[in-house]
């Protein structure tokens, strides 16, 4: 794979290690870390429990008859 820039185009701006983010540039191309995305999808599964609990009959008044 050829580098889309030269070292030694005047374009080139060098960043020293130390003053980048490996976590920022992972998450510029989409990645997140397992904790955050498992805690988003508890987060996603929570209120979807919640949601549904709201609209259960039940919750909104609504008595069922057991059927024989």
């Not at 976590?23 to 397992?34: E, K, S």
Request: glycine letters at 4%; aromatic letters at 8%.
């Amino acid at each position: 794979m050829k580098p889309t820039r030269s070292i030694l185009d005047s374009a080139f701006h060098y960043v020293p290690a130390v003053a980048t983010s490996v976590t920022r540039t992972w998450r510029r191309f989409g990645w997140c870390p397992v904790a955050e995305a498992r805690d988003t999808a508890q987060g996603i599964i929570q209120a979807d429990a919640a949601e549904r609990r709201a609209s259960a009959p039940e919750a909104r008044g609504l008595r069922l008859e057991a059927q024989a």
